[in-house]
């Protein structure tokens, strides 16, 4: 059952990313990897959100949190694409657009990941 909940979760996150990117590519432009930098920041902001709302030790929640973080989030979000896209940058020259975009990276996906935390932790209270 979790092994199933992670290749389906997998398979429906990756399936977003390709679309998420191709449409965000399409967008703004090939010239930098917005698209990679725009499912990693969502996806971060999406798991801290669901860090709250599926915490690990209910009885029910280990499958859903298997499917919803692991497998559709893992899916979503890339760090091999990150990497791979920075590294075009560097061979390509663009230096500065590789720092940049490892910087971005870095402080986006860490404010969406504390931010949707907060953001979960408020609605928690509430709810």
Same mark, same amino acid.
């Given at each position: 059952?979790?092994?199933? =909940?992670? =290749?389906?979760?997998?398979?429906?996150?990756?399936?977003?990313?390709?679309?998420?990117?191709?449409?965000?590519? =399409?967008?703004?432009?090939?010239?930098?990897?917005?698209?990679?930098?725009?499912?990693?920041?969502?996806?971060?902001?999406?798991?801290?959100?669901?860090?709250?709302?599926?915490?690990?030790?209910?009885?029910?929640?280990?499958?859903?949190?298997?499917?919803?973080?692991?497998?559709?989030?893992?899916?979503?979000?890339?760090?091999?694409?990150?990497?791979?896209?920075?590294?075009?940058?560097?061979?390509?020259?663009? &230096?500065?657009?590789?720092?940049?975009?490892?910087? &971005?990276?870095?402080?986006?996906?860490?404010?969406?990941?504390?931010?949707?935390?907060?953001?979960?932790?408020?609605?928690?209270?509430?709810?």
């Amino acid at each position: 059952m979790k092994l199933a =909940a992670v =290749a389906a979760g997998g398979a429906i996150g990756a399936s977003l990313r390709y679309v998420a990117a191709a449409l965000t590519h =399409a967008v703004m432009g090939d010239d930098f990897p917005y698209g990679t930098l725009m499912v990693n920041v969502l996806g971060s902001l999406v798991i801290g959100y669901l860090l709250v709302l599926l915490p690990e030790a209910e009885d029910q929640v280990p499958v859903m949190r298997l499917l919803l973080v692991t497998g559709i989030l893992g899916g979503f979000t890339t760090y091999s694409a990150f990497s791979i896209e920075t590294l075009q940058l560097v061979q390509d020259g663009h &230096l500065t657009r590789a720092g940049v975009n490892i910087a &971005l990276t870095l402080v986006f996906c860490f404010i969406a990941v504390w931010t949707g935390y907060l953001l979960g932790k408020g609605l928690h209270v509430r709810g």
